[in-house]
């Protein structure tokens, strides 16, 4: 690990950041490309993550404005069947645990296309959706989940308070690690949530990302990677207290924080401690957990490069399935164009007849596999393995195998169970 001049900390304001992997450079990983954009220059920026050695907040540098990402997203939530499934078994969960009624208030902060709030909706309760996306925010209205346009900040959490009164439950899934100004973020999450509500978080765990070397997953949109412990930390500065930790599998592995407003939070549960002393265990709470992370990245790399330089020398086809920001980063650090991957494809219709960032690959319909019957395809949403391998499993019908390529290359059958 090289400690060098880089940013200092955004949470705790250290300098000397220590290099966790340095993946080069990419163009942000949502910016697909029209076909009139292909003989335009494109903008990249580099993906060097690093770790702070004061509060061990893993980060990357604020290279893009949120606001050009996310004022026109490409990512729509309910385009994911087994996503929203997760979501409509939340609302229930929620609703039991907090004893929520018709009487209460629901915001959910970065709330997409209403995939999540729309379950509240059906429920009766009073609910609002914070969403900074134009187009993504137009289509939850549509659905009748009532949306605000805009970024979470303290002001903006002020102002909803103001109009519609606090929350008793916040919810932020996905979104934490999205924020370069954590600090001010995390203060709009107190002013929305009442002082004696609910906060629950939903984000990746860094935990599996170093164990399961899901470093796709490492992209300009994600600023910061938590673990409970730097999380805990993050939700201190606005006076708000972890209490309690779900391990769940989404996202390859992800935690939802639940938090209370310190006056009334409690001690944290037995499973919250748990977790933290498996991520003690793994170093992560301080610097050698993150020593041998850039080699094994590089043996990802490795291995499914070469599977695509032998299907080629074979004379076999491989193509992708899915168009994920993940897989842009993958894609570029790989240097996989369309000579080795001709095309993609995507069921988010948005995203057709475009290109993948920085590597240009053609996004085409998902009925195009079914057409050209290749020999592989490439699952660039491995986190959606359960989902996808039975989606695809027509491709069977033709001795077509599925390619996975995190946490290490794998080759299966369709039909062949999935854990």
Request: hydrophobic fraction near 40%.
């Amino acid at each position: 690990m090289l400690r060098g001049e880089g940013p200092s900390c955004r949470l705790c304001g250290a300098r000397d950041l220590e290099s966790v992997v340095d993946l080069g450079a990419s163009p942000p990983c949502e910016s697909f490309l029209t076909g009139v954009q292909l003989d335009a220059p494109e903008l990249t920026h580099p993906l060097h993550l690093r770790v702070c050695p004061n509060c061990f907040l893993v980060q990357l540098p604020p290279l893009i404005d949120p606001a050009e990402t996310f004022t026109e997203y490409a990512y729509f939530s309910s385009f994911s069947h087994s996503w929203l499934k997760h979501a409509e078994a939340f609302v229930g969960t929620a609703v039991d645990r907090l004893g929520l009624t018709d009487s209460s208030f629901v915001v959910e902060v970065a709330s997409n296309d209403g995939y999540l709030l729309r379950n509240v909706v059906d429920r009766g309760l009073r609910c609002l959706g914070i969403e900074p996306s134009v187009n993504v925010g137009a289509a939850a209205r549509e659905k009748g989940v009532p949306t605000l346009t805009a970024f979470l900040d303290a002001e903006t959490g002020a102002a909803v308070r103001r109009e519609h009164g606090p929350a008793d439950l916040v919810v932020a899934n996905n979104v934490y690690a999205h924020i370069p100004d954590v600090l001010g973020f995390t203060r709009g999450l107190r002013e929305l949530v009442a002082d004696d509500g609910w906060l629950s978080i939903e984000v990746q765990h860094l935990l599996s990302l170093i164990e399961l070397t899901q470093y796709d997953t490492i992209y300009h949109e994600h600023f910061q990677y938590y673990t409970v412990a730097t999380a805990q930390r993050a939700l201190a500065t606005a006076g708000l207290a972890v209490v309690d930790v779900e391990k769940l599998p989404t996202h390859g592995g992800s935690i939802r924080l639940w938090a209370r407003p310190e006056a009334v939070a409690g001690g944290p549960s037995e499973r919250m401690r748990a977790v933290l002393a498996e991520e003690e265990a793994a170093g992560l709470h301080e610097l050698r957990g993150y020593r041998d992370f850039a080699g094994r990245v590089e043996q990802v790399r490795l291995a499914l490069l070469e599977f695509l330089i032998q299907a080629k020398r074979r004379g076999q086809r491989v193509v992708g399935y899915g168009a994920p920001g993940k897989g842009n980063t993958l894609l570029n650090h790989c240097g996989i164009r369309p000579d080795l991957l001709p095309y993609t494809v995507d069921r988010n219709p948005y995203k057709h007849g475009r290109y993948t960032p920085g590597t240009r690959i053609p996004i085409s319909e998902p009925e195009r596999i079914a057409r050209d019957r290749p020999d592989y395809v490439l699952v660039l949403p491995w986190n959606l393995r359960a989902e996808l391998t039975e989606q695809l499993r027509y491709v069977a019908e033709w001795g077509g195998r599925l390619v996975f390529p995190i946490p290490e290359l794998e080759i299966v059958t369709p039909e062949e169970k999935v854990n």
